[in-house]
């Protein structure tokens, strides 16, 4: 069964810079589409960036375009989220997602990530 684990989130401030990782369990990790999402306190879970399987189409929230940077090691299992600018608006617990399918989508436990003005 396929586990995500993600780690890098923490405490920074306005302006600064995080990246977040993403591990996965699992042989075909490359064959599947990422993507890290983000929920605020209070808010749905919202898309934030997503990549696919050879790393060679990424996409963005219009919200992060310029700031963000999605990419991936498909020899380390392992996809990443590079946050430069940061606001605290991106303020949020940060979750990875993988679709196993067009129809399974599995989550990890999310990290926070702060931004202190």
């Known amino acids: 069964q396929v586990q995500l684990v993600e780690s890098g989130g923490g405490l920074v401030q306005v302006g600064g810079s995080l990246r977040l990782s993403c591990a996965a369990s699992?042989?075909?990790?490359?064959?599947?589409?990422m993507g890290w999402f983000r929920q605020a306190p209070g808010k749905e879970r919202d898309f934030v960036a997503g990549i696919n399987w050879s790393g060679g189409s990424t996409y963005y929230a219009d919200s992060v375009k310029g700031r963000f940077t999605i990419s991936r090691d498909n020899a380390k299992n392992t996809v990443y989220l590079r946050m430069n600018s940061l606001k605290p608006e991106d303020t949020a617990v940060y979750y990875c997602?993988?679709?196993?399918?067009?129809?399974?989508?599995?989550w990890g436990q999310g990290t926070l990530v702060t931004v202190s003005s």
């Open positions: 699992g042989r075909t990790f490359s064959t599947y589409t």
């Open positions: 997602a993988a679709d196993l399918s067009d129809y399974d989508r599995i």
